[in-house]
């Protein structure tokens, strides 16, 4: 019985030990993120207790926190057929909501004239995308859509389950593989050019108070008066924070009737949450086609203006912009 026998136990209970030990140290590595709220710091028990508090706390309690950051909330779950995808390659987005009883979800209450709204965005915030995909009766989400680059993306569904009083947004990421060169934002700046129309963004934002943003649609250097309801309204502005992508979505306070005309002014209430940087995202309708404006805000804790610049009367044989806001959007 020999020495080897010995030896190898004791190698074994080496290696025994090594691995608690490397538990060990994986626990204190998870801890701190349990551990954020500084008061439930426990010296020397090192957050052993920590994840029950963390988790009483996270529970659909999403309250302080804007849409768009939870894949799930009040019982219902975005969940994405599939989270792998190809760039260039056209495919399908498929997606239930799963309802509280665990299953999909199969009725909703309108919102801006849809069941659900998708929106659909690269984490660096390029690539937007603003659709409606179709509901079969199993309660599967589908459009067909083609990434346009590798990198992930983000899903979010906008929508009212007939069975809540409130509107949702769930979000989840996916990923693209295929060439991915990360598009940096534009720089703040109060006016930008999306096929030919020049659009405008002028108000005072204010992080955790309402403000007025009014943008304002031309074509040629005149302004168009003839913006057509596009879901009920004249326009649809999407806000996302710039480093958590968190989702507020904004329509003006008058509703648009088929048939009217609007423009060239399209006036938003919005409250930022937080001050930070935000990507907008104008959709209007005009001539049959839906257009969207970027536009990157800085919002602060003190209102600060944007003021948009004067339009220029177009002088013939004269350049009427110089070159503003035409800024090179990688999509
Ligand atoms: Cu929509």
Request: glycine share 12%; proline share 8%.
């Amino acid at each position: 019985m020999s020495r080897a026998v010995v030896v190898r136990l004791g190698a074994f209970a080496g290696v025994l030990a090594l691995a608690f030990a490397g538990t060990f140290a994986l626990g204190s590595a998870i801890d701190p993120i349990a551990a954020a709220d500084p008061a439930q710091e426990t010296p020397g028990m090192a957050g052993m207790e920590q994840p029950a508090a963390g988790h009483g706390e996270g529970h659909g309690d999403a309250a302080g926190q804007p849409p768009g950051l939870a894949v799930s909330q009040s019982g219902y779950t975005l969940v994405p057929a599939t989270t792998f995808f190809q760039s260039s390659q056209q495919t399908a987005l498929r997606f239930t909501i799963q309802g509280p009883d665990g299953k999909p979800v199969t009725q909703y209450t309108k919102t801006h004239e849809k069941d659900l709204h998708l929106i659909v965005v690269r984490r660096d915030l390029s690539g937007f995308h603003h659709l409606h995909p179709t509901m079969d009766a199993t309660g599967t989400w589908s459009i067909p859509f083609t990434f346009t680059a590798g990198g992930t993306w983000r899903l979010y569904a906008d929508f009212q389950p007939a069975a809540l009083d409130e509107t949702l947004t769930l979000g989840t990421d996916v990923n693209v593989s295929g060439l991915y060169i990360p598009v940096p934002l534009n720089d703040p700046a109060s006016a930008t050019t999306v096929d030919g129309y020049d659009v405008t963004l002028a108000g005072t934002p204010q992080a955790g108070k309402e403000s007025e943003l009014t943008f304002a649609v031309s074509k040629d250097g005149k302004p168009v008066t003839d913006l057509q309801p596009y879901l009920g309204a004249f326009g649809h502005l999407v806000s996302l924070r710039s480093g958590d992508l968190a989702y507020l979505h904004n329509h003006p306070a008058e509703h648009a009737d088929a048939g009217t005309k609007g423009g060239p002014q399209i006036t938003f209430g919005t409250t930022f949450p937080t001050a930070g940087t935000y990507s907008l995202y104008l959709d209007f309708q005009h001539a049959g086609a839906v257009r969207t404006a970027e536009f990157t805000v800085r919002v602060g804790t003190d209102g600060t203006a944007i003021v948009p610049p004067t339009p220029q009367p177009s002088h013939p044989g004269k350049s009427s912009s110089p070159g503003h806001g035409e800024t090179p959007h990688g999509h």
